[in-house]
């Protein structure tokens, strides 16, 4: 059983780790191979403690924490970063920035866990949604993001891997 926390100073070693090898995973055969060959634990490290230690930072950190004390899963929110939009009518946008979990312990619910404690502090802080942006080819993720209440939403942009375009998809929720 896991239990979610604010993330601090000491979990950034272990959520750099969960995330390089997340990354490696998650986008074996979607992203390049040099570009996930050349992502160091080391220098993720260096950029989430300058992240942690940013006065002006507006973004929340979570890490699920499992019964031995140790991190398997980070995720990260904030407010929405691109244009504001509304179903209906006006309220402002949260915004889930990355969320990977131990690539040997997915599927046990402890993304889902992370996104749900995210979802609470967002509502908490006057978040009427949230968005997240998925690469077109991660189904998986794409399913366990639908599964958790959201829907494409037809926006797209695209990101440039090592001279490689891979287009990412817009997802939406609703609180």
Not at 22 to 32: C, F, L, S
Not at 60 to 69: C, E, F, P, S, Y
Not at 82 to 108: I, K, W
């Amino acid at each position: 059983m896991v239990h979610v926390r604010e993330m601090d100073e000491a979990d950034v070693g272990a959520v750099s780790a969960i995330r390089v090898r997340g990354w490696r995973a998650a986008y074996a055969g979607i992203v390049p191979r040099t570009y996930l060959g050349a992502l160091t634990i080391e220098d993720d490290a260096a950029q989430r403690r300058r992240m942690l230690s940013h006065p002006g930072r507006t973004s929340r950190d979570l890490v699920a924490i499992d019964d031995r004390g140790d991190a398997v899963g980070w995720v990260c929110f904030g407010p929405c970063r691109s244009e504001a939009y509304a179903l209906g009518e006006v309220y402002s946008l949260g915004e889930v920035y990355a969320l990977y979990v131990s690539p040997d312990l997915t599927g046990q619910g402890i993304g889902g866990k992370l996104l749900e404690e995210a979802h609470a502090q967002m509502k908490a802080r006057g978040f009427g949604g949230s968005v997240l942006w998925v690469l077109a080819d991660n189904r998986r993720a794409q399913q366990f993001y639908e599964r958790s209440g959201y829907e494409a939403d037809s926006a797209t942009q695209d990101d440039v891997y090592d001279e490689v375009t891979l287009t990412e998809l817009r997802f939406r929720r609703v609180f």
